[in-house]
Every structure is written in C-alpha cells, then in structure tokens.
C-alpha cells in the first residue's frame, strides 16, 4: 500500500485539513481500509480504485467509520492523482454518487481542484432535535442568527447548518462531545457545520465530527457545499463565496464555493492541496 499524506484547502503544509490518499486500494478489503485509516488517525482517508479513463471508484473512512463523501479527501485525492499523471478530468464513483473534478496548476506550481456535488437539498430540523443539538454544543436560541434558520443540508452528506450571530460564540466551540455523538449517530448527520456570516460573500466555519472520532475538522468541503445549497434555497446565495475555516485550530483553510443558480445543480467546491508536514 502506497499510503500518501496531503493537507486539502491550503497551500501551506501547516494549515487545512490533513487527508489520507491510497492511489493503488485494488487489493484492499474493508477492514483493512478501515483499520488503516484508524491508524491514520486524520478526519478522513481516501481509498481509490482505477478504472481507467480518468474514472475512479472511492471510499472514504474516517477513524471510526466509513461515511459516504469527503470533500477535503476529494481534493488531497485530486491533487494527489495530479502530482503522479498529471492534471485534468477525473470522475469519481462514490457512495454518494459520481463527483466530477478537473485540477489545474498554477504557474508556480500548486495544484488545485475543483469538484461538482451532487444536487444539494435541504430539510427542515425538528424542533426537539434543535433543542437537543444546542444543548449538546452548550449553545442557547439566542446565541443563533435569526436571519439564518437551522436546517439540514445534504451534497454528498448531511449536515445541520446553525448559524452564529456572532464571531466570538463561534470561536468558543466547547461541545458536549457524548452527547453530541450520540444525536448525530441517530440521525445519520456527518457534522456539525456552525457558521457565522461575516458579509453575504465571507462565512466562518466550525465543523465537530465526533461520529468519526474526531473533535473537530479543520476544512469541510462537504458541509461548504450543503452550505452553498443551503444558502442557494433561502434566495441568499451569491454567485461565489469564501470559507474561512480551521483558524481556531491553528490550521487556517480557506474554501471557494461557486453556486450556480439553477436549483438542483451540483455545488462547486475549489481548493488547493499540498503534501502534509507533520
């Protein structure tokens, strides 16, 4: 096994999110790639198996558990495919259904990708599961943005989106992680993605992933892309929009979320990925 390190959302080998990449997974069964990514121990590893064409079947395991797509994995994968054959398109069969992706290099030699979600949708969050959600996160009603109703988000994976009316409520994240484990394992929510909207085109991001063994991640491009279809529904999606994320972490990652229009079209998430220094 060929296993590579690469950190997604930066061109910083200090910053974004740590990922896992396994370019030759032919040979692997399920144990072992979940054993392996246990091992890891980063938010989330890739597994990939050629099939020729540029198309790529991939699974992504997180220490704990397999979930069904990874945006920052997508990305280190592109790259990481980049970097060995070159770049361009590449179609990736995953749990959640196909992803297109293309990279491109920059003059100065950083690779970055883009990816295509699957349609988006949203649906309300009851009540009782509000309640419990804030109360797992040590959050009160009035730490929330009005403007901003929580709802859940799905492009690849489901996430409530709650957003905080302020920066600092946002930077205090000190969760209940038992509990908060324990909610989103019943409702099958990968994570917790907490905003707070700086301008119409600037979002600050937290992500907590206890249901996969891990605190908090430092970049989500799956929970940026169930934002973009979650903004896009309510009528307040610009046509492009920046994440900040992973700052309160000491890995700072940034995020470009491109939202067609169109409802029911795919979300493009962009960024960069370099290989990992520990």
Do not use: K
Request: aromatic share 6%.
């Amino acid at each position: 096994m060929d296993l590579l390190r690469y950190v997604a959302f930066t061109d910083d080998p200090s910053g974004g999110n740590p990922a896992g990449v396994v370019l030759d997974a032919e040979h692997l069964d399920e144990p072992t790639m979940q054993a392996t990514a246990a091992e890891v121990g980063f938010s989330e590893t890739a597994f990939v198996v050629p099939r020729g064409g540029g198309r790529l079947d991939v699974r992504y395991f997180s220490p704990l558990a397999e979930v069904p797509f990874c945006g920052h994995a997508t990305i280190a994968t592109a790259v990481a495919h980049a970097h060995r054959h070159g770049v361009g398109e590449l179609l990736l069969n995953t749990l959640a259904g196909e992803i297109a992706v293309s990279t491109s290099a920059s003059p100065d030699g950083t690779v970055g990708a883009t990816l295509v979600s699957v349609p988006p949708r949203t649906e309300p969050l009851a009540d009782g599961d509000l309640a419990e959600l804030l109360a797992a996160l040590r959050w009160s009603a009035a730490d929330l943005d009005p403007e901003l109703p929580p709802r859940v988000a799905y492009a690849g994976a489901w996430h409530p989106v709650v957003a905080a009316a302020t920066r600092a409520r946002l930077a205090e994240l000190d969760y209940d992680y038992d509990a908060l484990a324990t909610l989103m394992q019943r409702h099958g929510w990968t994570t917790v993605d907490l905003v707070h909207r700086e301008s119409p085109t600037l979002f600050h991001a937290r992500n907590p992933f206890p249901p996969g063994g891990v605190v908090e991640d430092p970049a989500t491009g799956a929970a940026a892309a169930a934002l973009g279809g979650y903004l896009r529904e309510l009528g307040l999606a610009p046509a492009v929009l920046t994440v900040h994320q992973g700052y309160d972490l000491g890995r700072p990652s940034t995020i470009t979320v491109t939202i067609p229009q169109a409802p029911g079209t795919g979300i493009a998430v962009t960024g960069t990925a370099v290989p990992y220094e520990s």
